[in-house]
Structures are given as structure tokens and as C-alpha cells.
């Protein structure tokens, strides 16, 4: 085998972004476009190496996608090519959604009604049951990951206090270990880690919260609420949705249900990280300043929640040939992805009530799942589907 070229960090950029605009449906489908552009054509890193990040990346708080991309990004140049990744990534979906955060105000200006948005809530809703029969089929394994999932679901049905999500993500890894046959699992690995990460990481966590006790300030509590979710979450997008609602909705009155999935349907028919939902939150939540301050609002809660994430990756990844080692890790990803499954699947339930169980919006969810499971109709043309419909009918 030759001598490997040199990868040129422009090059590795332009390709970052051509998986940033192919990259709809969640992570999984994201993994695709990953094989396809990063292993496939371009060999930067081998299948196994991808599916090793993707072990990884299910293991940490945070965007599992994003992760997994900025990981490569690290491997191929470093840690400032990696934070060049992330915001490739990442960008052109964070600017649509913090301009989509202001759609309700655009509405209302062009004298539009928002009922023609009626139709996204229920689609939105589809996306979340596919994703959870996907994601379902991929962690029960056996009776245990069955019962998680199961226990996942009804737990959060019930109890929806900020909290209880990622309490029942640890009882699930720690159930997974517990009742694992295998011996030595807490294997001896030694490792040196870059542990000014991990500082930084801290340093925002525990400073947030002592800002918000201190501070009514709209923009720190958001920067403490999506640094937060950033941190609690394992498992990407589609894991954080649950939480979000619980405290932007329920708790904390941001924004109507209808608002919230009208946002959440958006970010479906566009490429790139779920997480990027956050900035249409942050912006609906801001909203009762200025435009200059609802634009803040959007850009510091994108931040937030992607950042927790990004420095464990910094903090973890240079040892990860050693710590991947440690059976104990692995085995408990089984039940923490299991409970995960559960979360995901009560998070439809909870939604599709709170859009109202009526005919047309089950018909609309109906549709939208079988489109899906054909795989056959991008997620975009069925955004746009959705949309003609409610403001045609």
C-alpha cells in the first residue's frame, strides 16, 4: 500500500458540507450519508473505524451524529479542523431554523393564518414512530432491553419533570451491567486524557446555574436550559425532543404545543443535526423583546446544546483506542439505548394527544409513516406535501 496523501482541510470541509445537505432523517439515516461520502468515496476512515465513533458517540451525552462527524474531523486534522467540522455542519441548518422562529410573527404580518400549519404537528408525529420502530428494532435484543424499553415509556409518560429523563437513561445502563454474565468487565486500562476539556466542560455546566439562581436574564436561562439538555442526552435528537417539550411548553409556557411541532415538523424536511431545533426554540422563546434579541435567543441556545457535547469529544476521543476497551461501557449502552427506544416512543404518544386526535390529523400521520417506511419519498417533498395540504384544505 502507498504512502496516504495528505488531506488538504479545505477539501475535508467541502465534503463535511456535502454530508451536512444530504443528511435528513436522524442519525441513522446520517450513518449512510457518512459510509457513503467519508468511507466510500473519499477513504478518509474505514467502516470499522465509523462504526467504532458510532459505539462511541451512542455512549456520550449529546448529538450522536455530530459526534461521530466531528470525531472524523478530529481524526483527519486535529482538534481545530474538528471545530471547523462542527460548524460546517451545523451552520446552514441552525440560520434556517432561527429564521423559522420567526414564522409565527410572519404569519401574522402577511395576514396568513397559522391553522395552515395545522398539519405538521401529526407529521411530526410520523417521523417520531418511525424513528422509534427503527430505533426499537435495533436495541431490544432480548427480555431486558425489551422490559427498558417498556419501562423507558411509561416512566416519562408519567413523570415528565426535566430530571427523570436522564435518571432513567443511568437505571437503564445500570440494569444492562448488572445483569451482564461477563467477568471483568471494569478492565484496567491506562489512560491520559486532555482533561482542560473536561474543566471547560464544568466550568459552563456548574457557572450556568449559578448565573440563572443569580440572573432573571432570558438569554442565561436558555443558555443554561439547552447547555443542559446538551448534556443529559444520550442519543441525539430525537431523545432530547421529550425533555425539550417538558420544560419549553409545559413548564416554562415558551411557546403552545402547536408551535413547538410545527418547529419540530420543520426541521424534518431539512438537512443536518435535530439538535439544530433548538434555535427555533430559543428564538420562540425570546420572543418578547426585540428581533435583535430573539436572534440572540436562537444562536445562544444552538450553541448551548451543541457544546457539551463537542468538548467531551474533544476530552475523550484522543484516548479512545484505550478506553473502548473497557467491556463495562459497551454493555451498559445496551440498556441506556433500550431506555432510549422507550423515551422515543412515548414521546409520540404525548404528542399526537397533545395535536389533537382527530381524523384528518390521523390520516396525515398514517401517510406520513408509509411514506417513510417506503423510503422512496424524500423527507423535504413530504414537508412540502404537508404544508400544501394545510393551506389548501
Not at 486534522?77 to 451545523?90: H, N, Y
Amino acid at each position: 500500500m502507498g504512502k496516504k496523501t495528505p488531506i488538504h482541510a479545505t477539501t475535508f470541509l467541502k465534503d463535511v458540507l456535502i454530508c451536512s445537505l444530504g443528511a435528513y432523517g436522524g442519525p441513522e439515516a446520517h450513518y449512510g450519508v457518512f459510509t457513503d461520502q467519508m468511507v466510500i468515496k473519499k477513504n478518509y476512515l474505514t467502516e470499522g473505524e465509523l462504526v467504532e465513533l458510532m459505539a462511541l458517540t451512542g455512549i456520550l451525552p449529546g448529538p450522536s451524529s455530530t459526534q461521530t462527524i466531528v470525531s472524523i474531523g478530529y481524526k483527519t486534522g486535529g482538534p481545530l479542523l474538528a471545530l471547523l467540522t462542527m460548524l460546517v455542519w451545523a451552520l446552514p441548518v441552525l440560520i434556517i431554523m432561527t429564521l423559522l422562529s420567526f414564522l409565527s410573527q410572519f404569519l401574522a404580518d402577511m395576514n396568513l393564518s397559522q391553522d395552515g400549519l395545522r398539519y405538521v404537528g401529526p407529521m411530526a408525529v410520523g417521523f417520531i414512530i418511525v424513528a422509534a420502530y427503527r430505533i426499537g428494532r435495533k436495541v431490544v435484543k432480548d427480555n431486558i432491553t425489551f422490559g427498558l424499553l417498556i419501562f423507558g415509556g411509561v416512566t416519562t409518560y408519567f413523570f415528565r419533570d426535566p430530571w427523570v429523563f436522564p435518571l432513567v437513561l443511568i437505571l437503564g445502563g445500570l440494569v444492562s451491567i448488572l445483569t451482564s454474565k461477563e467477568t471483568d468487565i471494569w478492565n484496567r486500562v491506562t489512560l491520559n486524557p486532555p482533561w482542560r476539556y473536561l474543566v471547560i466542560f464544568g466550568t459552563f455546566a456548574i457557572g450556568s446555574i449559578a448565573l440563572n439562581f443569580i440572573s432573571d436574564n432570558i438569554i442565561l436561562h436558555l443558555f443554561e436550559s439547552f447547555y443542559r439538555y446538551g448534556y443529559l442526552v444520550i442519543g441525539g435528537g430525537q431523545v432530547v425532543i421529550p425533555m425539550m417539550y417538558s420544560e419549553v411548553v409545559e413548564v416554562n409556557q415558551y411557546m403552545s404545543s402547536q408551535e413547538f411541532l410545527t418547529g419540530f415538523g420543520m426541521v424534518q424536511g431539512l438537512p443536518g443535526p435535530m439538535f439544530s431545533f433548538s434555535a427555533y426554540t430559543g428564538g420562540m422563546a425570546a420572543r418578547g423583546g426585540s428581533a435583535a434579541t430573539q436572534v440572540l435567543g436562537a444562536m445562544v441556545s444552538g450553541i448551548a446544546i451543541f457544546l457539551p457535547g463537542i468538548l467531551l469529544i474533544f476530552f475523550i476521543y484522543p484516548v479512545w483506542e484505550k478506553l473502548k476497551k473497557i467491556k463495562g461501557i459497551k454493555i451498559s449502552l445496551k440498556g441506556i439505548t433500550a431506555v432510549a427506544g422507550g423515551l422515543i416512543t412515548i414521546a409520540a404518544v404525548i404528542l399526537m394527544q397533545s395535536s389533537g386526535l382527530v381524523w384528518d390529523n390521523i390520516l396525515i400521520m398514517i401517510l406520513t409513516v408509509l411514506l417513510l417506511l417506503t423510503k422512496k419519498v424524500p423527507a423535504p417533498l413530504i414537508v412540502l406535501l404537508v404544508l400544501i395540504a394545510g393551506f389548501a384544505f
